[in-house]
């Protein structure tokens, strides 16, 4: 059974940094591509970073880029998304995500994407 687990969520000042864990159990880590999604209080959710496999490409959001950094260690089976100068419009909760293809973990339907983390809630207050 795949399980996604996001760690690291919490409160933070504007201006603050957060690093967000996400670590797969159950399935071939270093086969999926991975990202880090968002949802904003009474939004959509929303990519935010993207990575391949091999960690060789990456993905941002244009609102994310240059604060943003997300990397992965594929001998410990985790992703993680490294958040700095941190806005209060980045006040989300945070899901991590896991699929073959990075095609789709990138693309816009995201009712194709094989695996979904619970999320971990980051609130950056002004």
């Known amino acids: 059974q795949v399980q996604l687990v996001e760690s690291g969520g919490g409160s933070v000042q504007a201006g603050g940094s957060l690093r967000l864990s996400c670590v797969a159990y159950?399935?071939?880590?270093?086969?999926?591509?991975m990202a880090w999604f968002r949802q904003p209080p009474g939004k959509e959710r929303e990519l935010v970073a993207a990575i391949t496999w091999t960690g060789s490409s990456t993905h941002y959001s244009d609102s994310v880029k240059g604060r943003f950094t997300i990397s992965r260690d594929n001998a410990r089976n985790t992703v993680y998304l490294q958040m700095n100068s941190l806005k209060p419009e980045d006040t989300a909760v945070y899901y991590c995500a896991a699929d073959l293809s990075y095609a789709v973990i990138a693309g816009r339907d995201q009712s194709r994407i094989d695996y979904w983390g619970q999320g971990t809630q980051v609130t950056v207050s002004s």
């Open positions: 159950g399935m071939t880590f270093s086969s999926h591509s």
